[in-house]
């Protein structure tokens, strides 16, 4: 067997998956997990994604990450893998969490407590996603668990733990949010994500410290900038209109205007 391709286009945004793939997903889902891990699933494309082609997808689901893992590099392997586990997981059943919420009554006090227990994992059997940052416990579906309780039991105080909470600042973009940020502002399209971060890097606008982006001194300055000379085309409104001319312009439904 000579060179395979794994997935299908990769510069999209559509969330389209075609009948055949969805029923070799149907038929890998069942036989590998059984018949009530699969859900009949669709998904409809966001306004303004490039429809041509299909979903980022695995092109032979019976290509399983760990069979193509001996030809490919480490970097190729996670990639292939975390693209094939999230579209097998799009097509399976919702996970099935059983919540419970206490009051807690201590000298006229009421102490609240909410936590959840995982009863079905559906699709979290195979895919759960985290956020970019260290030590993330979001792949822990039980981790505020909390112990069986019944009403007007009374608990053990084991510990008090008095904590003061501020205001914060919104957290700093990381790539993942940074990315996730211009999907929904409707900024670029996915082929443009990764060299602009790269380009920005490179220019020493902004610089990576454990994987948080920071902008640098030029990069203010640039940004002021620009902002205070160009403040028509420096802005979220303007780039994002732009690109849904363009989707306008590529469907011929409008023509491009000649200026005198």
Request: charged fraction near 30%; charge should be negative.
């Amino acid at each position: 067997m000579g060179a395979v391709g794994l997935i299908t286009y990769m510069r999209t945004d559509s969330t389209r998956v075609s009948e055949d793939a969805r029923a070799a997903a149907k038929e890998y889902i069942e036989a590998a997990y059984g018949e009530q891990y699969y859900e009949n699933r669709y998904y409809k494309s966001k306004s303004g994604s490039q429809d041509a082609h299909e979903a980022i997808r695995p092109t032979y689901v019976e290509l399983t990450p760990e069979k193509v893992k001996s030809v490919l590099t480490n970097d190729q392997f996670k990639l292939y893998k975390l693209i094939y586990n999230r579209f097998i997981a799009s097509q399976m059943s919702a996970a099935i969490f059983d919540t419970l919420a206490v009051k807690i009554d201590v000298n006229d006090y009421i102490f609240r407590a909410n936590g959840q227990t995982i009863k079905f994992k559906g699709f979290m059997t195979l895919y759960v996603e985290t956020e970019d940052t260290e030590g993330s416990n979001d792949d822990d579906p039980s981790v505020n668990k909390i112990p069986e309780l019944k009403e007007g039991q009374e608990v053990k105080e084991e510990k008090l733990d008095p904590k003061q909470s501020f205001t914060e600042p919104p957290p700093r973009y990381t790539e993942a949010s940074l990315v996730k940020a211009l999907e929904e502002k409707g900024i670029g399209r996915p082929s443009t994500y990764s060299p602009t971060i790269t380009t920005i890097l490179a220019r020493r606008y902004i610089e990576k410290m454990q994987k948080v982006l920071h902008p640098t001194e030029l990069g203010k300055i640039v940004n002021k900038l620009l902002v205070e000379n160009f403040p028509d085309v420096i802005n979220v409104e303007f780039t994002a209109k732009m690109e849904e001319e363009f989707d306008i312009v590529a469907e011929r439904t409008k023509r491009m205007e000649k200026s005198d």
